[in-house]
């Protein structure tokens, strides 16, 4: 029987499965791995289902020429905490997630969206706070989000799924930025530039995969180009946004609001953020369902099923 190491807690059914097939070992902690674990796991077990945050860097596999782990299958979709091209050239397959985590993901776009236009983060702590004076017609006025112009930034599985839901839900016009040429079944625009797009929507979403590439992708020139009226959402990856001028745009007044599931050091918030009443902040929630992170898990143990039979896994990178 194979032995793999889970580097997080996973749904019961997920565990269970896990169980009746390999010889598991749980982490008992749901912090990252840290570098010591992360070396003696890859001496130690066959296969590892790792998640975010645990950064198996190239630093991290530099110390061996062929580990016993010969497959890293990820918890995630996103994979930018593990450098896949030095996993491959130590003889270790990686893979991940993708299309279990599309719509749950999407949907949180859409909470984060109406939340920040509408003030409800701000409406929430005043009704809790005993203080709420009573209704008003001038109190707390937000934005409208029917018949308004999104841009998202990052056209694949998840980025369509939520212009699917502006467009059909709410009759938004959609533009988007994407790096290729992308042909879709609905109404939607793709312009040439991120600058161009962020100063013509009324809603900016980043939904594009993290590594290299997008580090630092929107930065203080993509918020100069946005309408002071103007939302920004993030639900890709924190280091996706240049938190800093983020901050600078929603302190002075640049955008009038932002929605955030993530960010570029979790678990750790700038106190300049969480001071911030314009930003609606969520504990990463994105496929925070019981369906789906059990669906997520049953991908992982499909990869490592098709691996240990001698198979290309359905989710190798």
């Known amino acids: ?3 793999i190491l889970i580097s997080r807690q996973l749904t019961q059914a997920v565990m269970e499965r896990a169980r009746a097939q390999y010889d598991v070992t749980l982490r008992e902690s749901d912090s990252p791995m840290s570098e010591a674990e992360m070396r003696s796991s890859l001496v130690l077990y066959d296969g590892m289902i790792p998640t975010l945050g645990d950064l198996f860097s190239a630093k991290i596999f530099a110390e ?3 580990p016993k782990c010969r497959i890293l299958a990820n918890f995630g979709v ?12 130590h003889g270790i397959t990686v893979t991940n997630t993708p299309g279990a985590v599309t719509d749950a993901t999407a949907d949180i776009a859409l909470t984060l969206l109406l939340m920040s236009a509408r003030r409800a983060g701000e409406g929430e702590r005043l009704a809790r706070s005993g203080a709420w004076p009573g209704w008003a017609p001038t109190q707390m006025l937000g934005t409208h989000v029917t018949g308004k112009t ?10 369509q799924a939520i212009a699917r839901r502006c467009h059909f839900g709410f009759g938004m016009e959609v533009l988007f930025f994407n790096r290729s040429p992308k042909e879709l079944d609905f109404p939607a625009r793709q312009l040439g530039s991120l600058q161009e797009l962020a100063g013509a929507v ?3 979403i980043a939904a594009t995969p993290g ?16 309408k002071p009226s103007a939302h920004f959402i993030n639900i890709s990856r924190g280091d996706v946004v240049d938190e800093p001028a983020l901050i600078e745009a929603l302190s002075s ?10 960010y570029a050091e979790e678990p750790h918030i700038p106190q300049a953020l969480r001071a911030l009443t314009s930003v609606t902040l969520l504990p990463h929630l994105g496929t925070a369902t019981e369906e789906v992170r059990s669906a997520m898990g049953m991908m992982t143990l499909d990869n490592l099923d098709a ?4 198979q290309t896994p359905p989710n190798a990178l």
Request: proline residues 2%; without cysteine.
């Open 307 to 310: 691996f240990f039979a001698g």
């Open 1 to 3: 029987m194979k032995k």
């Open 211 to 226: 590594g290299p590439e997008t580090t630092g992708l929107i930065n203080a020139t993509t918020f100069a180009a946005m």
């Open 150 to 159: 999104i841009g998202i930034v990052g056209m694949g599985r998840i980025g």
């Open 64 to 66: 061996f020429g062929r």
């Open 253 to 262: 007044g640049a955008l009038a609001g932002a929605g955030l599931d993530v």
């Open 202 to 204: 009324d809603f900016l």
């Open 78 to 89: 996103g994979i930018n905490h593990i450098d896949v091209r030095a996993a491959r050239d």
